[in-house]
């Protein structure tokens, strides 16, 4: 089968692999029908260093069950599944928690040797991970619920962590797909305003069709500034914090309302950050979020793509066949494309 390896940063190819096989009772194998780059897929290509075996890349996927393990009871040959970026047990202490991304039994598609952006995958854990779509289920809905295997769920569990609710002022930073989502879950769970801060206008553009009552395009100082005035100089009483650099998570406790929550779904690409008095504990701050725990919430959430409530699939702007997926690194990285979408 044809898989997407990554050699070095920006060096992103599609090569023949050796096709997936069940290896333990409790695999399934599907046939890829839909998958797509990650925003997160950009931090190896800007820095991964030289591999010489390659780094299997992706980590979102819908695809058609073909062959399952003989403990597997929950999928059937013939499925359509969606499948988190993240697998696990659904049985262990963690998952009946609901933190479904610490599983004992658990890890992450990215970079392991099955991954999504290939024509077939094998999913360990198949029973506890892979979510099946009602059959008849309209084409024109899955990249709507491929949104489900990350990037919406991920914007959902910051505006969960972040316990937005009615009456509440929130504040989005990154107009990437995964700020735009939290924007529209922030929008579900009855926000009266919320702040995307982004500089993109035709990303905030959608941001405000997802319910954005305010963009702030400046950054820094200025952008704080701009913030504090929407809200009246008390800042927001939640920040969920979609980009994952130092500027962002300063930008985030800067604007934040005594008392107030931060909620992190941006990937850090820093060790540490402040915690004292200037940044959190002075505001009797509370700090969360994390990889988003997408298996706790499918079930739930899928409901709202199906009947049309929500259309979180609008954060493609770009698809292209699986051979081509260097150029959707490409035009993601440089923002020409705001998520791409693959088809195996």
């Not at 954060?315 to 923002?335: H, N, T």
């Amino acid at each position: 089968m044809k898989a997407t390896l990554m050699y070095k940063s920006g060096d992103v190819r599609v090569e023949e692999v050796p096709d997936p096989v069940i290896q333990e009772p409790s695999d399934a194998l599907i046939r890829v029908t839909y998958a797509c780059v990650c925003g997160s897929d950009l931090h190896p290509y800007h820095d991964l260093k030289e591999t010489p075996e390659g780094r299997r890349m992706g980590h979102e996927a819908i695809g058609v069950v073909e062959q399952v393990g003989d403990h597997v009871t929950t999928l059937s040959p013939g499925d359509t599944v969606i499948v988190p970026f993240a697998w696990s047990d659904g049985t262990c202490s963690f998952c009946r928690d609901g933190i479904t991304t610490s599983c004992v039994h658990g890890g992450f598609f990215d970079g392991a040797p099955s991954a999504t952006q290939a024509e077939k995958l094998r999913i360990p854990q198949a029973d506890g991970t892979a979510v099946v779509i009602p059959a008849g289920t309209d084409e024109s809905l899955m990249p709507s619920l491929l949104t489900l295997s990350d990037v919406y769920l991920t914007g959902y569990h910051a505006a969960v962590q972040g316990k937005v609710e009615a009456g509440k002022t929130v504040t989005v930073i990154g107009d990437g797909a995964v700020g735009l989502s939290a924007v529209l879950a922030s929008k579900q769970m009855g926000a009266e305003t919320i702040i995307l801060m982004g500089r993109h206008m035709s990303r905030t553009d959608l941001g405000r069709e997802f319910g954005a009552t305010h963009v702030v395009a400046e950054r820094g100082e200025e952008g704080i500034k701009k913030v504090m005035d929407i809200t009246n100089g008390e800042g927001t009483h939640i920040v969920l914090e979609a980009v994952g650099y130092m500027e962002a998570y300063e930008q985030a406790y800067s604007v934040l309302r005594p008392g107030g929550v931060i909620s992190r779904v941006g990937v850090p690409q820093y060790e540490s950050a402040p915690v004292g008095v200037t940044s959190l504990f002075g505001k009797n701050a509370t700090l969360t979020g994390g990889p988003a725990t997408v298996r706790a919430y499918l079930e739930s959430v899928m409901p709202r793509v199906l009947d049309g409530t929500i259309n979180p699939g609008r954060v493609f702007d770009s698809e292209l066949p699986l051979e081509d997926i260097a150029e959707g690194y490409r035009l993601m990285d440089s923002r020409k494309a705001l998520k791409v979408l693959v088809r195996p």
